[in-house]
């Protein structure tokens, strides 16, 4: 079978010399680079039914499988900021060694959602997460914030919304919420090292899962912080699992986000599993 390499240069780990050391582990295999925004949707359906090998972060792994034929077989090898696909799929965090592990290593079918037609791998939200998102990620001069970065953002949202997220959308046959989380795997994000645990049912091999408080104010975040820890609290949550279909109504434009990839404001938003959508590799 025809191997590919699609490779983002501007990927924050992406440097020639790891590419050339990636290449040669996975050789014999043909490399593209992505020159735009997107780009990689095009490479993905011109690889058509290849194992397509992804050099990347999270964005550059959405656009693949959003242009990836039924018959292609994708291994993701983290070279962005987070990496949530490949380390929920268990491959090391270092590029090179996920590379040793993908080409060795055997394969499993996964599922997928999408939300809007837009398909995502692990995650996608509508609200809260989709704003912090869209506040943290570059700088003005194009580099990715620090966590400590990440963390001042947050901050200033929390101020300017004096901690308080009242209901602003229905999750249709479940009731209102503040705002949405959708996962189709567990861990939903990473921050740091650490796996933040949104959906503990979630997985790759199911339908989708949602979390959406009902509210969230000053005092019900100790709460949260125990659910995010644990699992177990007080939070007023509504909840599904394993669901083909959520739709959601919001009463004013709210921020959509996908595998961490801003997909603008919306009115309503449907989110729908893919299931067994396509062979990923592991290691």
Not at 23 to 31: C, F, M, R, S, T
Not at 85 to 110: F, K, N, Q, T
Not at 153 to 176: D, N, P, Y
Request: hydrophobic share 45%.
């Amino acid at each position: 079978m025809r191997r590919v390499l699609i490779a983002n240069p501007g990927a924050s780990r992406v440097t020639e010399a790891r590419l050339a050391a990636v290449v040669e582990l996975l050789a014999p295999v043909e490399v593209w680079r992505t020159e735009r925004a997107g780009h990689g949707v095009d490479l993905a359906r011109e690889a058509g039914a290849a194992t397509i090998f992804v050099l990347g972060g999270d964005g550059t792994f959405n656009e693949v499988l959003n242009g990836c034929d039924a018959g292609a077989t994708l291994g993701f090898v983290p070279a962005g900021g987070t990496n949530v696909l490949p380390r929920a799929l268990g491959l090391p965090r270092d590029p090179l060694a996920a590379a040793r592990a993908l080409d060795v290593g055997g394969s499993r079918r996964i599922s997928l959602g999408r939300v809007n037609g837009r398909r995502f791998a692990f995650a996608a939200g509508i609200g809260l997460d989709a704003e912090l998102l869209r506040r943290s990620g570059r700088t003005a001069s194009g580099r990715r914030r620090s966590d400590l970065g990440v963390i001042k953002v947050t901050l200033q949202l929390l101020v300017e919304r004096r901690g308080r997220f009242e209901a602003a959308l229905e999750i249709r046959g479940h009731g209102e919420a503040a705002f949405a989380l959708v996962a189709n795997a567990d861990p939903y994000t990473y921050v740091g090292k650490r796996a933040v645990h949104v959906t503990r049912g979630a997985a790759f091999e199911l339908g989708l899962d949602f979390v959406a408080p009902r509210r969230l104010r000053p005092q019900d975040y100790p709460a949260a912080v125990r659910y995010l820890a644990s699992g177990g609290s007080r939070l007023d949550l509504l909840r599904g699992h394993d669901l083909d279909r959520i739709e959601i109504v919001c009463r004013e434009p709210m921020p959509l986000q996908a595998d961490g990839e801003d997909l603008g404001d919306v009115t309503e938003a449907v989110f729908e599993a893919e299931r067994d959508a396509v062979r990923v590799l592991v290691g």
